[in-house]
């Protein structure tokens, strides 16, 4: 499999998907365990979603339903993070559509690190 060498990220396949890193596959895990206890629905990987009126394409790593909040969220694997990275977690704070989970961490110790709402 292909590495990202600036990354040091090695791309993995899972369940038919292939994932930009270790850490990405462990958030996608975490979250069909989430969805078999019924708390959320409908995941999606590489959801576009464009912030501000020049639609700046943000690319989380993934979409799902919340079944208790009856929204749309959206969730970010984040080992490493870069200057546009920053920019993009800001107008996401502004222009976001809704809640964005940030986890960090090792694929096999995930934590939710912050949670990105909207204003």
């Not at 996608?28 to 995941?43: M, P, S, T, V």
């Not at 790593?61 to 870069?82: L, V």
Request: aromatic share 14%; net charge positive; charged share 30%.
């Amino acid at each position: 499999m292909r590495s990202n060498l600036k990354y040091r990220s090695k791309r993995v396949k899972h369940e038919g998907f292939s994932f930009a890193s270790q850490l990405e596959a462990a958030v996608y895990q975490h979250l069909k365990i989430r969805e078999k206890c019924g708390e959320i629905k409908d995941i999606q990987n590489q959801d576009h979603v464009y912030l501000t009126n020049a639609r700046i394409c943000y690319i989380p790593d993934f979409k799902f339903f919340d079944c208790t909040s009856n929204e749309f969220a959206w969730a970010e694997a984040k080992g490493f993070e870069t200057d546009v990275w920053k920019i993009k977690k800001r107008l996401w704070q502004h222009y976001g559509p809704g809640r964005l989970e940030i986890y960090k961490g090792s694929a096999k110790k995930i934590k939710l690190f912050e949670t990105v709402i909207p204003k």
